[in-house]
């Protein structure tokens, strides 16, 4: 990586940054106008060549975008958290005409999208400001599980990188849940 070397998204505010786990001059964006209150959303990739950091591609969404997560199996697929309650699974391998699949349950803004990261597990969590965690595999296009007990908006919600299935979530109920999905109901609560 080159220091100091600034990447301009342009006329929006970044939400979320990551990585690529396959390319290392890989990373995506996930941005909104506005501050996410109102406009469109991009989910940006910047690629870092011999001369430095480039956007290679924007990739337009009709609300904010406030996440993103990179599949541990796919080098290409990214799924992107939308203000307008969707997620959305990219493919960067194909031409820019839209998401591979829409995932639309929520009924609030999706704040939090993760891609689990044990092997084997195809699953994605989206965490939304209607109080729910939804699980997702994203070869179907209905949910698989909708998990439901916080009292408040649902910022965050991760995979256990050791345990398949096991997964955590903070609201602003002021607590932190960990949930299994084998088993109704979370089966720990820190308040």
Known sequence: LMAGVRLRIGR??????RFSP???NRLACAASQYYGIAGCGELIIADQDAHGWRVSR????PDGLYD????????NHVMAASGDG???LWDLGLPASGPLRVFKEHTREIYSVDWSQVRGERLVLTASWDQTVKA???ARSASIAT????TSLVYCAVWSPHDAGVFASASG??????????????RVTIA
């Open 147 to 150: 998990f439901g007990e916080h």
């Open 173 to 186: 109920d002021g607590l932190v849940k960990v949930w299994d999905c084998r088993a109704p109901g979370s």
């Open 12 to 17: 929006l505010h970044g939400y979320s940054v």
């Open 68 to 75: 993103l997560a990179w599949s541990e199996e796919h080098e």
């Open 58 to 61: 924007r990739l337009e969404w």
């Open 22 to 24: 396959f390319m290392p």
């Open 136 to 138: 997702w595999d994203p």
């Open 86 to 88: 969707s997620a959305q």
